[in-house]
């Protein structure tokens, strides 16, 4: 009989964590670092304030970085369970000193931990390529405990999968990655990544309609997609003031 692992425990091992930091840092200004720059912006604070930043599935730190640079007097904490993610993450975030904390906890059962919950409220909540390791019950359920642990005003930003709605367009949106990326073709046996739908397949269910209605559901008075690309997607909204 096989246990089923949590979702995003897979991140425990030291060598895949290399392999994926390194394969983002090829790519992270061109790719990613725009969804990130605009979302800071999207948080609309006064350029001094002191905010609240929760970030989760945080990994080495590239979305608490974008936020942390923009707002000189924010906090945040990084949720994560790797430690060898989190390994990485405290050299590359040693120079915010006391601005930048990892805390260990699991969001895997569409909750935030007691811990996060006990540290919050939060101004700003973010998350890149994390909670799309949850099944779609479960990325709702978070969701709405994120809008339950925002301050009045607060905001949350999820730079996530969107799926297509059909099998032609995931699979446009396929052929034109693997033209950005020619790297990345190589046999599924070659590499310890998971292939996104393939690999996940509750992925088809998080399409950019059901992202948005979930965060209707979980009561955010604004909600939007703020980016997309192909099947990547920013999306989020803001808890009323």
Not at 174 to 189: F, I, L
């Amino acid at each position: 009989m096989t246990t089923e692992q949590k979702p995003g425990h897979e991140w425990t091992d030291a060598e895949r964590v290399d392999q994926y930091v390194a394969r983002m840092d090829a790519r992270e200004d061109a790719e990613r670092r725009p969804f990130f720059e605009y979302m800071a912006r999207l948080i609309g604070a006064e350029p001094d304030a002191g905010l609240s930043v929760l970030d989760i599935g945080s990994g080495h730190g590239p979305v608490a970085t974008v936020v942390l640079d923009a707002y000189p007097n924010a906090h945040a904490i990084g949720l994560d369970i790797s430690e060898a993610m989190m390994a990485v993450g405290r050299e590359r975030m040693a120079r915010f000193g006391d601005r930048f904390r990892y805390m260990v906890g699991d969001f895997g059962d569409g909750k935030l931990p007691p811990e996060a919950v006990e540290a919050g409220p939060f101004d700003v909540v973010v998350s890149s390529r994390a909670i799309h390791h949850l099944s779609a019950e479960l990325m709702a359920s978070l969701y709405a405990d994120i809008h339950e642990n925002l301050r009045p005003g607060g905001s949350f930003f999820n730079l996530d999968t969107a799926s297509a709605e059909t099998d032609a367009m995931r699979e446009r949106y396929r052929a034109a990655r693997r033209a950005e990326h020619p790297e990345d073709v190589r046999p599924a046996s070659a590499s310890n990544e998971p292939r996104h739908t393939d690999a996940f397949p509750h992925h088809r269910d998080a399409t950019l309609i059901r992202h948005l209605e979930w965060l209707k559901a979980a009561g955010y008075a604004a909600y939007d997609c703020f980016y997309k690309k192909g099947d990547r997607a920013l999306i989020g909204g803001f808890k009323a003031a």
